[in-house]
């Protein structure tokens, strides 16, 4: 698995559609109405990965196994949701397991599609959805604050710390400061708000490559502090149902797009979360890994399985662009390409890994 994200916004912005179309499937039904989508849909798409197939071709791998985004499309949030409107709370208690939030705003003017607040206005919108998870935020916070202050009250140090953390994120919640930008680790608090955000403007074809008014006012406002997409769901539709990876390049290219959403949401989720890809390759399977930048040797080697963390002795590390060049594992041991590392080395991003363990 690559990482996970839950795609969120009001009614009728187009979550439904841009899921549909970035898992290509047609599992969330995409209706003119509010709350169509009542269970959370989930859906896992291939991360495209061109070094993954050319180090299969070079190994001569029986089988290819990329790793994977999994999207998580919640249903529409609405004023008053973490007070149980419209579908309640229930929902974004789906939004805690994600690993990053897809915040899709509507930016496109269209009136056969209704919008709840009778308007358009992108920075009104998020700002509603903002609220709505801080009040969730809050909520959870009292709670864990009266646990905390118990455990306090018995000299509990962890507890005493933990307690003057909670506090200051509420206090910053209360002033409209989202968790992630209070400055305190609020990991141990597992918050709405501390969940790293990508905004998608979904904006009308025409906007598709240059973006619109209602786009520029949420980069404007919002892009020094999170990414800001903008994606037509309905081009991704229409990109979703083109097979030939030449033929869907040659129709972004016409419409003056140089990546499709999906990339575009896969690359920024990458970035964002501060991902990167290792890879073990053989004979029977070209297999890519995913892991957090910074992560050593033995903790990537955990990722496979625990033994292998457990008991690590080395790895061996062969570059992508060496093993491509020189045709395969064996050829790059004999130009002396291989290198053998320790438990203190920090894995490169495209790393091709070997690990040896201790049963």
């Known amino acids: 698995m690559g990482f996970n994200c839950g795609i969120v916004g009001l009614p009728n912005v187009g979550k439904s559609t841009l899921f549909n179309a970035l898992t290509q499937s047609a599992a969330a039904d995409a209706q003119n109405y509010p709350f169509c989508t009542i269970e959370p849909n989930t859906g896992r798409v291939v991360v495209p990965d061109a070094t993954l197939h050319a180090l299969a071709a070079a190994a001569g791998s029986q089988r290819i ?9 919640i249903a529409g949030l609405v004023k008053g949701a973490s007070a149980g409107e419209g579908l309640g709370n229930k929902f974004l208690g789906n939004i805690l397991s994600t690993d990053a939030i897809i915040h899709v705003v509507r930016c496109f003017e269209n009136d056969d599609i209704v919008h709840v607040a009778g308007r358009i206005d992108p920075i009104a919108d998020i ?3 903002e609220t709505e998870l801080m009040l969730a935020d809050m909520e959870s916070l009292e709670k864990q604050i009266r646990n905390l202050e118990k455990k306090a009250r ?3 140090k962890d507890a005493a710390k933990l307690l003057a953390d909670a506090n200051a994120i509420k206090d910053a919640l209360s002033r409209g400061v989202p968790a992630r930008a209070s400055g305190i680790d609020a990991a141990p608090f597992n918050l709405l708000t501390a969940k790293p955000v990508i905004y998608v403007c979904n904006v009308e074809e025409a906007a598709a490559a240059s973006g619109n008014k209602y786009s520029d006012a949420v980069r404007e406002k919002f892009g020094g502090a999170a990414p800001v997409l903008v994606i037509s769901s309905q081009i991704e539709m229409e990109i979703s149902q083109i097979v030939d990876m030449e033929e869907r390049k040659m129709f972004l290219q016409e419409l003056g797009l140089s990546e499709s959403g999906l990339d575009q949401v896969i690359r920024t989720g990458y970035e964002t979360l501060g991902l990167q890809t290792f890879y073990t390759i053989g004979p029977k399977e070209a297999h890519a890994w995913t892991i957090t930048r910074g992560m050593t040797a033995p903790q990537a080697a955990g990722k496979i399985h625990t033994d292998f963390e457990k008991g690590f002795i080395r790895a061996e590390i062969i570059s992508p662009a060496d093993f491509i060049a020189l045709g395969g ?3 790059v041991k004999e130009a002396g390409k291989m290198r053998l590392v320790g438990k203190e080395y920090v894995m490169a991003d495209g790393d091709i890994c070997h690990f040896l363990f201790n049963n």
């Open 154 to 156: 018995g000299l509990d």
């Open 329 to 331: 594992e064996v050829a």
């Open 127 to 129: 700002d509603t959805i």
């Open 65 to 73: 196994i990329p790793t994977q985004l999994e999207i998580v499309d």
